[in-house]
T-cell receptor, first 109, second 113 residues
Framework: AQRVTQPEKLLSVFKGAPVELKCNYS??????LFWYVQYSRQRLQLLLR??SRESIKGFTADLNKGETSFHLKKPFAQEEDSAMYYC???????????FGSGTRLQVQP | DTGVSQDPRHKITKRGQNVTFRCDPI?????LYWYRQTLGQGPEFLTY????????KSRLLSDRFSAERPKGSFSTLEIQRTEQGDSAMYLC???????????FGPGTRLTVL
């Protein structure tokens, strides 16, 4: 069965510092990977997906199949980036998402 | 608001009672999903519909849980004989056919006393 691991429950950085939120997955095939974000008092929303290979709000994520990782990065954190971040996976041809347990990012002024 | 809506937002019930939650997806989305989220965890998949057909069910979905989407529009999730372990946030999401970008609702928080 597939599994998504986010090893850090909390990541605290200062404004302007680089951010890397770690995500590792276990699945033998070629999954689709996503990052979802939940800002305070808002609903869960998609931040980015690996097949789009785009940068959203300055965030990027690269799928590393050798290391089975999909880490989320941003070179300069902003206070408005403070939120809960979830990494998620879907198997080929399937729609169900398997989520990690989430990492809370706290950007201090 | 044209996003996914869920009703009620909060439900407190006593152990053994039945509860039903409703989800209204984004109108042009054919696919609808139910997830459950407990404190400190990410959402866990429960079930998924394409139009009115229930295509996938998680092993988490015990026989006390049933979901329907009778006309391919709104969906209901019923929990019979609730247990304290059912206390969680129940999330609904919808997506268009062409992409697996799931749009989430605000959730229904269930507390079983």
């Amino acid at each position: 069965a597939q599994r998504v691991t986010q090893p850090e429950k909390l990541l605290s950085v200062f404004k302007g510092a680089p951010v890397e939120l770690k995500c590792n997955y276990s699945y033998s095939g070629s999954p689709e990977l996503f990052w979802y974000v939940q800002y305070s008092r808002q609903r869960l929303q998609l931040l980015l997906r690996h097949i789009s290979r785009e940068s959203i709000k300055g965030f990027t994520a690269d799928l590393n199949k050798g290391e089975t990782s999909f880490h989320l990065k941003k070179p300069f954190a902003q206070e408005e980036d403070s939120a809960m971040y979830y990494c998620a996976l879907s198997r080929p041809g399937r729609r169900a998402l398997t989520f990690g347990s989430g990492t809370r990012l706290q950007v201090q002024p | 608001d044209t996003g996914v809506s869920q009703d009620p937002r909060h439900k407190i019930t006593k152990r053994g009672q039945n509860v039903t939650f409703r989800c209204d997806p984004i109108s042009e989305h054919n696919r609808l999903y139910w997830y459950r989220q407990t404190l400190g965890q990410g959402p866990e998949f429960l079930t998924y519909f394409q139009n009115e057909a229930q295509l996938e069910k998680s092993r988490l979905l015990s026989d006390r849980f049933s979901a329907e989407r009778p006309k391919g529009s709104f969906s209901t999730l019923e929990i019979q004989r609730t247990e304290q372990g059912d206390s969680a946030m129940y999330l609904c999401a919808s997506s268009p056919d062409r992409a697996n970008e799931q749009f989430f609702g605000p959730g229904t928080r269930l507390t079983v006393l």
